[in-house]
Nanobody, 121 residues
Framework: VQLQAYGGGLVQAGGSLRLTCAAS????????MGWFRQAPGKEREFVAR????????WYADFVKGRFAIDRDNTKKTMYLQMNSLKPEDTAVYYC???????????????WGQGTQVTVSS
């Protein structure tokens, strides 16, 4: 398994969760990494991405100010801190990389298995 995401769960609206993505990719530290999500009946969408040395981050508008992406290259791990969660944040969250700086994925992108986040109102 190249990427493994965990940390999801059931939380009330306004609560917080921290997702973790553990990587076994040899070149993890040189990859732009990101988080995506897919809600039931909807297409997968970009959530956030982080550059190689965590200098540059980018977020989808609907999570700006609430979510924070981070990484620890020494541990080959990426995180997504999710605060002020809303019911509409309910989805399966996937970690992925390498991806483009625009958040785009491609044929060489590895995907984690996904972790379910459910936010109750």
């Amino acid at each position: 398994v190249q990427l493994q995401a965990y940390g999801g769960g059931l939380v009330q609206a306004g609560g917080s969760l921290r997702l973790t993505c553990a990587a076994s990719l040899r070149s993890f530290s040189s990859y732009v990494m990101g988080w995506f999500r897919q809600a039931p009946g909807k297409e997968r969408e970009f959530v956030a991405r982080i550059s190689w040395k965590a200098i540059d981050t980018w977020y989808a508008d609907f999570v700006k100010g609430r979510f924070a992406i981070d990484r620890d290259n020494t541990k080959k791990t990426m995180y997504l801190q999710m605060n002020s969660l809303k019911p509409e944040d309910t989805a399966v969250y996937y970690c992925a990389g390498p991806i483009g700086l625009s958040g785009s994925n491609h044929s060489g992108t590895y995907w984690g298995q996904g972790t379910q986040v459910t936010v109750s109102s």
